[in-house]
């Protein structure tokens, strides 16, 4: 059969996804990009926060309307949406065929080729979905249903599937680059967080297991590992393995083919200094660190079941740049977490002032049934969101503009990544500072196109800087 299969969400979910696609292909199925030429359509879906919930509704309904006038073709939904849904998904939208949660990744072979799946006797009834009186399907409002999602997630088991190197992967990344899960689950209780009721708790995978799927990745041609996980500081803890990231940093360091490796979701208390002292003893290890912190004032950060404090994050940072001078950072903020009141907001844009983070994402907070933070009242507004994260994104740009015009003139490396989405002929590339799909890019300039192929690594001078992206020309 053709199967075509649409990926939402985080890296973790894609490489889900790459699975399936392995599975699939080695299966004998074909594997095709176009929804209509499919004789089964998979969405392996996010549910992390309401906008993604929304986005992977839509894009079940879209693909479910891809099913009239083709009695043969099925429909699978699988990932965090499934994992947390399954019910209502099954009961309100009769033209999917299976529904596979995120442990469920390996059911896709029989899935593809098993009659439509039952009902669940009981199933719930429609809270994700409102019917018009045509009977059109159409997404609700998602509220309402802590207490019966709470107690379902009670009930079931939690996942516990992970990947291994001898799992095949299709992957969907271009060529040079791919992402390689160190890990599964999460063991923390954020507040705000439903990832370890849909992910199940923390598993690392085995050194060895891991090695060998970057060698086979380098023999693929893959220049740029990248390591994912919910946590990736903590990786090997969990197994009592100590000093396990750093082993493994230097055990990828020495894999040949690779170029760089870079490390994303990190933690602030599972930074330690063995790791740092990996990172700035390994050549190919990008010094880039992605450090979620989430706010800064204790207070909000108590409320969020967050460690820490400004003035520890502080000295975090302080001491990472004292180990890596070169290090580029990272982190992410939620923004309108309930109680967040304009003091604690303000002592937020203090702490991104004082440190200068070279790349900021800003959330407005999601009100999200099954996380602990649901029983507390959403209770800023909004427009307030909104007001906040715009002035916290205004606050970065210009500490951003500041640092880019320091680097113009500066000869720097980049990997071409290829054409841009804007135009065939207009070739992008990263620094070393730089995660793909998340980060800025540099624009390359005064160049024939033709020369510069994805994956290799090339000096180029900086010319100018828009806006958060670099334009620079190849040496």
Known sequence: ???GLVSLGCPKNLVDSEVMLGL???AGHEITNDADDADVIVVNTCAFIGRAKEESIDTILEMAQKKDGHPGRRLIVTGCLAERYRGELQGEIPEIDAVLGTGEVPAILDALSAPAAAVAAGAAPMTLFTRSAEGHTTPATLK???SRHRAAAAERDLPTYIYTADTPRRLTTPGHYAYVKVAEGC????SFCIIPALRGQYRSRAHDDIVREARAMAARGVKELILISQDTTFYGIDRKERGALARLLRALNAVEGLEWIRLLYLYPTTITDDVLEAMAECEKVCKYIDLPLQHAAESMLRRM???GNRASYTKLLDRVRTRLPQVTLRTTFVIGFPGETKAEFDDLLGFVRDV???H???FTYSHEEGTAAYALADD???RTKTARQRRLMELQRGIVEARHAGRIGQRVRVMVDGPSDEHDLVIRGRLEGHAPEIDPVVYFTDCDPGTLVPGTLVEADVLDARDYDLVARPV
């Not at 063991?187 to 954020?190: G, H, L, R, S, V």
């Open 380 to 382: 800023v507004a909004a």
């Open 305 to 307: 079941r967050r460690p």
């Open 356 to 358: 200068g983070f070279d």
């Open 144 to 146: 309402g249903i802590a």
């Open 187 to 190: 063991d923390y209780n954020c």
């Open 360 to 362: 900021v994402g800003a």
């Open 1 to 3: 059969m053709k199967i």
């Open 24 to 26: 699939a292909q080695q």
